[in-house]
């Protein structure tokens, strides 16, 4: 069975903090890692890895991939109050009738307090 | 990125009533739409698989006769909750993209209360 584990589950941190969260998984026919920001809807779309070692930035946040130990990390620098929000890691895998389909970790809880 | 617009945002019905949820994809065309499930202080739990034209696949333990999914055109998928009850009380999110093997953008979810 499919697994993508998140953690730390939550986080309370305070604003200038640098936060790291970790997702790891086990997945047959892994295509591709994401990771989203929940707020009070829908998850928002952060990042899309699929190579190892290649790390992708979005202003304060960055992510990187390592297929080899089969784990992702998101790291937030200098963290907001607007940062706080539910972080979703996700993997897709690739063929068959699993094409396309994510699984998703249970999320880590940040808050962010000023 | 992709707009996936979802209607309504949020509905309260009596148990045994059926609810209609659309999906759209307002700027692009989604052969595949995935319609998810979260529960309260859980993660999103992929209901089912909706290809435009044929019939959805669903997740195991997802009951196809309760939820049925229609994928009428590239930019429209629709999820009714049949007979809907209490424990069907959740927020129901879809997903689509150009294709599944890309990015996946959601729609704003549907809070649907069941009394």
């Known amino acids: 069975e499919d697994k993508v584990v998140q953690s730390p589950l939550s986080l309370v941190v305070h604003e200038g903090d640098t936060v790291t969260l970790n997702c790891s998984y086990e997945v047959t026919n892994f295509r591709s890692l994401l990771w989203y920001k929940q707020e009070k809807k829908a998850p928002t779309f952060l990042f899309m890895l699929?190579?190892?070692?290649i790390e992708k930035k979005s202003g304060r946040l960055s992510s990187i991939l390592d297929k080899k130990e089969l784990f992702s990390i998101l790291n937030i620098t200098a963290t907001q109050t607007g940062d706080s929000a539910v972080y979703l890691c996700a993997v897709r895998k690739t063929g068959g009738t699993s094409y396309g389909k994510l699984t998703f970790g249970q999320g880590t809880i940040l808050t962010v307090h000023p | 990125g992709a707009v996936v617009s979802q209607h309504p945002s949020r509905v309260i019905c009596k148990s045994g009533t059926s609810v209609k949820i659309e999906c759209r994809s307002l700027d692009f065309q989604a052969t595949t739409m995935f319609w998810y499930r979260q529960f309260p202080k859980q993660s999103l739990m992929l209901m089912a698989t909706?290809?435009?034209?044929?019939?959805?696949t669903y997740e195991q333990g997802v009951e196809k006769d309760k939820f049925l999914i229609n994928h009428a055109s590239l930019t429209l998928s629709t999820l009714t909750v049949t007979s809907a009850h209490p424990e069907d009380s959740s927020f129901y999110i879809c997903?689509?993209?150009w294709g599944p093997g890309e990015t996946q953008y959601f729609g704003p979810g549907t809070r649907l209360l069941v009394l």
């Open positions: 997903s689509g993209g």
């Open positions: 699929t190579s190892s070692g």
């Open positions: 909706s290809n435009e034209g044929s019939k959805a």
